[in-house]
């Protein structure tokens, strides 16, 4: 199992979702950044269960505790360890699915590929390891901000509700003012009410979040192999329930001629800049400086609180109706997430790239 995250930045996580501990450890990290482990543990607020009535009502305070790493509020260049606490968990809640493939999620493909599996909120497949990917995260913006470097992500449909896909039109100071963290209140409000009526139903429903990186300097990236929307799309697609990514217009493209879709050059006070930005800041695999943004879909959570056919371990026919707290919808919760993602590939590209550019 990999479990490490980067080439010159790395995170490796460790941990599950009913054992004693999420935590991990951060290598690579530029010496002498001023580390505010209060915006950290603000990040981790912002990813943490029960923090309203649309998400699940699993209560836990997700502390943060350093070990390593840190002296005097600066970095040191040696490795970050961190561990997260699990408090509140209920492991009793899945006895039922012990035995049981729930649809739609890892039991099936964990039990094949390993022989053995945690039924307990899934183990290592919950998105409650994302913690470290948070922590990973914030650390990463913390470095970034010093470049000039801002990661924000919003909330931009729930279900059929969904926002104009051109995030200018958005004031994104508003996302963290609402639950949905929608930067349109009107929208969030929908938003909210459609979760609801779908948590009351036992249900879950999916959305898209939509991700902007301002700051980023042209250049980022490889030709190759290693373009940097591949490695935004890698770090994406590892995240639980996304199903899909568009960057810039995305597969509104595919209907257009070139001579609707090609970014025009001009000199803006001496520097290169587009006419518009269709490709999302991305072009040849190699950022060209304008903002980077991109559009992720997430699928509905896979655990329903409603009867399902199933079969179990033995390929027996069987009814499932989960028991536990899950999220209705992960969105609100995920947006954090997104952006430790985002945070950690554009360090780890910048740090490559100033090894190939010296």
């Known amino acids: 199992m990999r479990n490490t995250f980067g080439h ?26 001023n580390v505010n482990i209060g ?4 990040e981790l607020d912002r990813r943490r269960p029960g923090q309203s009535d649309i998400t699940t009502d699993r209560k836990e305070a997700d502390r943060i505790e350093l070990l390593s790493g840190v002296f005097e509020e600066k970095s040191t260049g040696c490795p970050i360890g961190f561990i997260v606490r699990n408090t509140n968990q209920r492991s009793t809640d899945y006895d039922n699915m012990r035995n049981v493939f729930r649809p739609s999620h890892a039991d099936y493909t964990y039990t094949s590929k390993y022989g053995i599996r945690d039924h307990r909120g899934g ?15 914030a650390f990463a913006k913390l470095a970034l901000k010093q470049l ?31 639950i949905v963290r929608c930067p349109d209140t009107e929208k969030a409000e929908a938003m909210a009410t459609l979760i609801r009526q779908i948590k009351a139903e036992g249900d879950t429903v999916g959305g898209t979040i939509t991700c902007v990186i301002k700051g980023c300097p042209a250049g980022l990236g490889e030709p190759e192999f290693d373009k940097l929307n591949a490695a935004l799309g890698y ?61 992720i879909a997430f699928k509905p959570v896979a655990t329903l609180l409603r009867e399902q056919d199933t079969i179990d371990i033995h390929g027996n026919k069987t009814m499932l109706k989960a028991r536990g707290r ?6 609100p919760r995920a947006v954090p997430i997104v952006e430790a993602m985002a945070a950690m590939t554009i360090l780890d590209q910048y740090l490559i790239n100033k090894t190939v550019n010296m």
């Open 39 to 42: 915006f950290i543990q603000q």
């Open 123 to 137: 183990g290592r497949s919950s998105a409650r390891i994302t913690i470290s990917r948070c922590v990973g995260g």
């Open 148 to 178: 000039g470097i801002s990661i924000t992500a919003y909330t931009s449909q729930v279900g059929n509700i969904a926002l104009d896909n051109d995030y200018r039109k958005y004031d994104l100071s508003l996302i963290d003012d609402n």
């Open 326 to 331: 899950h999220d209705p919808c992960v969105l």
């Open 8 to 33: 010159l930045f790395r995170l490796t996580t460790f941990g599950e979702s009913h054992g004693e501990a999420i935590g991990g450890v951060i290598d690579g990290f530029p010496a002498g950044i």
């Open 235 to 295: 770090a994406m697609l590892g995240i639980n329930a996304v199903k899909g990514i568009e960057f810039g217009e995305g597969f509104n493209m595919a209907v257009r001629r070139g001579s609707q879709a090609n970014d025009l050059f001009y000199d803006k006070n001496g520097h290169v800049a587009t006419t518009t930005n269709r490709s999302g800041g991305i072009q040849g695999g190699i950022s060209n400086g304008q903002d980077i943004y991109f559009r």
